[in-house]
């Protein structure tokens, strides 16, 4: 299911952001329901009347839930115990522990469970299932094929470990075994859906859709209540285009089990690229239910928040996923996105932008028209307009300061002029800064012309600064 997404879209860009998801969840098994021992399968060991009857009660709580679809664990964990308490030898009792141990998420207790149910009972093949089924998820596969060969060793015609094997080797590419190991689990059990699974999963990897249709919709005829079944035609049907029938059959698997993991990340899929997004949230959180951890559920979980405006929420959930997950590169490009986009922060987007290409294998690795290498051609060019901005306001500062720093010269220039005399002007001893007047001998402030001898010649004028007449001389003027 290793698909990417839709393209970018305004404020949207969800490339591979869904691919771990579907790895991490698709890959989940189911525990096989819970056994129903019958008196006579104990063999040499007896099993007391009360054990029997408290696990007959247990079991039979189990029915009623699961005909509800509603399990209480917890009331049947409790069940389970009295009746095991009441007989240490009952190992189906000790097995149906072990797969609610599973259910309630404690893998460590229900591997021990299913290990104390084979040492009462060697002839209990679920518990060897489930063993090797929690070994192979656990990537020990070699172990897990060690324990379906154990039990193909003691019992030659056992369809279900068939069928296992049949699932490793088609994770391995060997579709030819993988076939005919479904086959012989086929001709064992014609009823053993999980050979029939194989056989779907085996015809979609070599993109035999008519093949793997036709398988799926006998599977279904045999099961209608197994959500695999049901998501295996959903993606037959989402391969040939038919979205909504595709959609109609996950939901199908919801019907089937409401946590059904695999069936809510094609909807959150769907959903996104219909850019439903409350709808891509609901099913994004019901994931994030199951699986906390889940690094790429949260990015498109901030994906979706984004498309409805709820950026900092949006921020939060990228900000979980790379503590999750440093190496996700989806993160990083739609934190990028928002800060390009929302926040007016196009440097640290360029660096997200940078980062996402790095982390993908970079530049060769990606097509040449991937939406990132426009992003950061955008965020780049606003980058730059902000830097010449920034550089043409600084310099029309700079010229405002200086037109100033000469405006204020220039006035402290007038001022400094408006304050000091005349260039030459005479300074009398009196130091009034007036000069002194010719007083005529009438006495009247009136200058008077001077006396014009009678040859025409004008007589010299008086010298301007001369001395004050001593009264003890003579005067030589004429009257």
């Known amino acids: 299911m290793n698909r990417r997404m839709h393209p970018f879209r305004p404020l949207l860009l969800a490339t591979l952001a869904l691919t771990a998801v579907g790895c991490s969840t698709t890959q989940t098994n189911t525990p096989p329901p819970v056994a129903k021992p019958v008196a006579a399968s104990t063999g040499p060991v007896s099993i007391s009347n009360r054990a029997m009857l408290l696990f007959d009660d247990a079991t039979k709580s189990f029915d009623a839930q699961k005909k509800a679809k509603a399990f209480d664990y917890p009331s049947l964990e409790r069940k389970f115990k009295a009746a095991l308490e009441a007989d240490q030898n009952l190992a189906?009792?000790?097995?149906?522990?072990?797969?609610?141990?599973?259910?309630?998420?404690?893998?460590?207790?229900?591997?021990?469970?299913?290990?104390?149910?084979?040492?009462?009972?060697?002839?209990?093949r679920q518990a060897s299932d489930n063993l090797a089924i929690m070994k192979q998820n656990g990537g020990d596969v070699a172990g897990a094929v060690a324990l379906y060969q154990d039990v193909l060793t003691r019992y030659p015609d056992d369809a279900g470990s068939r069928a296992r094997l049949a699932e490793i080797y088609r994770q391995n590419n060997d579709h030819d075994k993988a076939m005919e190991l479904s086959r012989a689990a086929l001709m064992r059990d014609p009823m053993n859906t999980n050979a029939l699974k194989v056989m779907i999963r085996s015809y979609l990897d070599r993109k035999q859709l008519a093949m793997a249709k036709l398988v799926a919709l006998r599977a279904v005829k045999l099961d209608g209540t197994d959500p695999e079944l049901h998501q295996a035609v959903g993606l037959i049907l989402l391969k040939e285009g038919d979205t909504e029938g595709a959609r109609l059959q996950f939901k199908s698997a919801l019907e089937a089990k409401a946590d059904y993991v695999p069936a809510h990340v094609e909807l959150a899929q769907l959903a996104l690229n219909?850019?439903?997004?409350?709808?891509?949230?609901?099913?994004?959180?019901?994931?994030?239910?199951?699986?906390?951890?889940?690094?790429?559920?949260?990015?498109?979980?901030?994906?979706?928040?984004?498309?409805?405006?709820?950026?900092?929420?949006?921020m939060q959930e990228y900000d979980e996923a790379e503590k999750l997950n440093p190496d996700l590169g989806a993160t990083y490009l739609n934190r990028g996105i928002i800060l390009h986009k929302v926040k007016d922060a196009p440097e640290r987007a360029v660096e997200l932008y940078k980062k996402y290409v790095a982390l993908a294998g970079g530049e060769v690795a990606i097509n040449a028209e991937a939406p990132v290498f426009g992003l950061m051609r955008e965020a780049e060019s606003i980058v730059q307009a902000k830097r010449e901005a920034s550089a043409a306001e600084a310099q029309a500062k700079q010229m405002e300061a200086l037109q100033a720093q000469q405006q204020a010269a220039m006035k402290a220039e007038e001022a400094k002029q408006k304050g000091q005399p005349p260039p030459g002007g005479a300074t009398p001893a009196s130091g009034t800064g007036t000069a002194p007047q010719a007083t005529p001998v009438s006495g009247t402030g009136a200058q008077q012309p001077a006396a014009t001898p009678a040859g025409g010649t004008q007589t010299a004028p008086a010298q301007k600064n001369a001395a004050p007449v001593d009264s003890d001389e003579p005067t030589d003027d004429l009257l």
């Open 92 to 124: 189906e009792a000790e097995y149906n522990l072990g797969v609610i141990a599973e259910r309630m998420g404690k893998p460590d207790e229900a591997k021990a469970r299913y290990a104390s149910a084979l040492t009462k009972k060697p002839s209990l």
């Open 274 to 314: 219909a850019e439903d997004f409350p709808g891509a949230e609901e099913h994004l959180r019901r994931i994030l239910q199951s699986d906390g951890k889940n690094a790429a559920a949260h990015v498109d979980l901030g994906i979706a928040l984004k498309g409805q405006g709820q950026y900092d929420k949006a």
